[in-house]
């Protein structure tokens, strides 16, 4: 894909440009979920699509910036919403503004002392995280949360210590 382009923001358009399409669901990020048995009882009848990114596949030179958009189906795991996995970003530790386009729901956000913060997700808003500030997006809604991410592609997404920390709060 050339990088020049004007295309409207919105899933199946991204898929007639080449858009790369990762599925996430519910077994890959089974141990993010508090209530283990609710995410057991789930697995027993399927597995369900928590969500899905939609990322155009023009080359990601360092001064590229990433421009996905995610849908976030609506649902719970137990008393829990369905969610992305989260992430830091690493080297270099650039931020990441995240725009609502449909539904609702909040970006999570924690740094890597354990700060625990939650900004709203609607749309037309925009939320911001700085760098070093781990991030997810929950669907607090009962539709799809669409949301457009931008961030510098020269990140480097770091899952496993989000994960550690897992948008908890410290004891
Ligand atoms: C977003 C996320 C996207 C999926 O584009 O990658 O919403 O979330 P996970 O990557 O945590 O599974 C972004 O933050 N890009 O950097
Ligand atoms: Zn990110």
């Not at 969610?83 to 449909?102: C, N, Q, Y």
């Amino acid at each position: 894909m050339e990088k020049l382009f004007s295309i409207p923001l919105l899933p199946a358009d991204y898929e007639t440009y080449g858009a790369l399409k990762t599925v996430r669901r519910l077994s890959q990020m089974k141990s993010l979920y508090a209530d283990q048995e609710a995410a057991d009882r789930l697995l027993e009848n399927g597995d369900p699509v928590i969500y899905e990114v939609y990322e155009l596949p023009h080359p990601n030179d360092e001064t590229d910036l990433l421009v996905n958009i995610t849908v976030l189906y609506p649902g719970y795991v137990g008393d829990e919403p369905y969610m992305t996995k989260g992430h830091f970003h690493r080297e270099p530790d650039t931020a990441e503004a995240v725009i609502g386009l449909s539904g609702e729901g909040e970006l999570l956000v924690q740094n890597r002392e354990g700060e625990l913060r939650s900004l709203k997700v609607a749309a037309g808003r925009i939320s911001y995280a700085g760098g070093g500030w781990a991030h997810r997006v929950v669907n607090t809604g009962s539709e799809n949360l669409v949301f457009f991410a931008v961030s510098g592609a020269n990140i480097v997404h770091d899952y496993e210590t989000a994960a550690e920390l897992n948008f908890k709060k410290r004891q």
